[in-house]
């Protein structure tokens, strides 16, 4: 058995020695957690490829995503923005084409061990919930893929006729508002934070890692990762799919 794999079969152990039932619960981020990347750069690109979007629109999501990876956008303002270059738009037609684009760039980039764990959690019996900051058309056909039956994520605003209006409905869901709501959800279905599961990447979610019992970064960032070791969290590495070993945990949950 390579590395990778007893890594993986370490993991899942873990799982499967956990207490059973729906009070459990397991939340997934969705960017770089389950999916390798950024799922809304598969809609972007789609516009661009399909000329749909103009040349403002293109150098402005460029320079949006720019600015917040340095810290010199807030992230709701960068939603909004994305938000106001489909104004107009009808929701459920874009609800297929987040379809379409799950199928033909993102199920190859899902990693097949954060599957794996997600099963195991279902296995279980545990409440598995996808919370991310993504929007609808991004994490909802993610969700079908993975049979997740919930999902705490963002929403377009939309008019009567079911048209984006160029907003966001609020709160964002987005660092402590994240936390607060899985807190919300948890509240109302008696799950318990303490026994719970917590998956992600980014340092935005140290708020929510430290409400759960079993935290477990997925491929840190800079400011989790520290958050990390300085709390003795595991920490589960992965590799792209289709690299490495399928994709496998790269390094050791410890």
Same mark, same amino acid.
């Given at each position: 058995m390579?590395?990778? @794999?007893?890594?993986?079969?370490?993991?899942? /152990?873990?799982?499967? /020695?956990?207490?059973?039932?729906?009070?459990?619960? /397991?939340?997934?981020?969705?960017?770089?957690?389950?999916?390798?990347?950024?799922? @809304?750069?598969?809609?972007?690109?789609?516009?661009?490829?399909?000329?749909? /979007?103009?040349?403002?629109?293109?150098?402005?999501?460029?320079?949006?995503?720019?600015?917040?990876?340095?810290?010199r956008m807030h992230f709701e303002r960068l939603l909004v923005r994305a938000a106001g270059y489909l104004r107009g738009e009808s929701l459920s037609d874009l609800?297929?084409?987040?379809?379409?684009?799950?199928?033909?760039?993102?199920?190859?980039?899902?990693?097949p061990v954060m599957r794996q764990i997600v099963e195991a959690h279902q296995r279980r019996g545990h409440t598995v919930v996808l919370s991310s900051s993504a929007l609808t058309i991004h994490a909802e056909p993610v969700?079908?893929?993975?049979?997740?039956?919930?999902?705490?994520?963002?929403?377009?605003?939309?008019?009567?006729?079911?048209?984006?209006?160029?907003?966001?409905?609020?709160?964002?869901?987005?660092?402590r508002q994240k936390a607060a709501a899985v807190q919300q959800f948890s509240a109302g279905l008696d799950i318990e934070l303490t026994s719970s599961y917590f998956y992600a990447d980014g340092d935005e979610d140290v708020a929510l890692m430290k409400l759960v019992g079993f935290p477990r970064p997925v491929n840190p960032r800079r400011g989790l990762a520290a958050m990390a070791v300085e709390q003795g969290w595991p920490v589960l590495r992965m590799t792209s799919p289709g690299k490495g070993s399928r994709g496998g945990l790269r390094g050791v949950l410890k």
């Open positions: 390579t590395a990778d @794999a007893a890594d993986t079969v370490d993991s899942i /152990a873990q799982i499967e /020695a956990s207490p059973p039932g729906p009070q459990v619960g /397991a939340f997934f981020d969705l960017d770089g957690t389950l999916v390798d990347g950024f799922t @809304a750069t598969a809609h972007a690109g789609d516009r661009i490829r399909r000329r749909q /979007a103009r040349i403002g629109e293109v150098m402005g999501v460029i320079e949006a995503s720019m600015r917040y990876r340095f810290g609800d297929v084409v987040g379809e379409r684009l799950f199928g033909e760039r993102v199920r190859s980039r899902v990693y969700a079908r893929f993975l049979r997740i039956d919930h999902v705490l994520c963002n929403h377009f605003d939309v008019d009567d006729a079911g048209r984006l209006t160029g907003g966001i409905t609020k709160p964002v869901i987005w660092g």
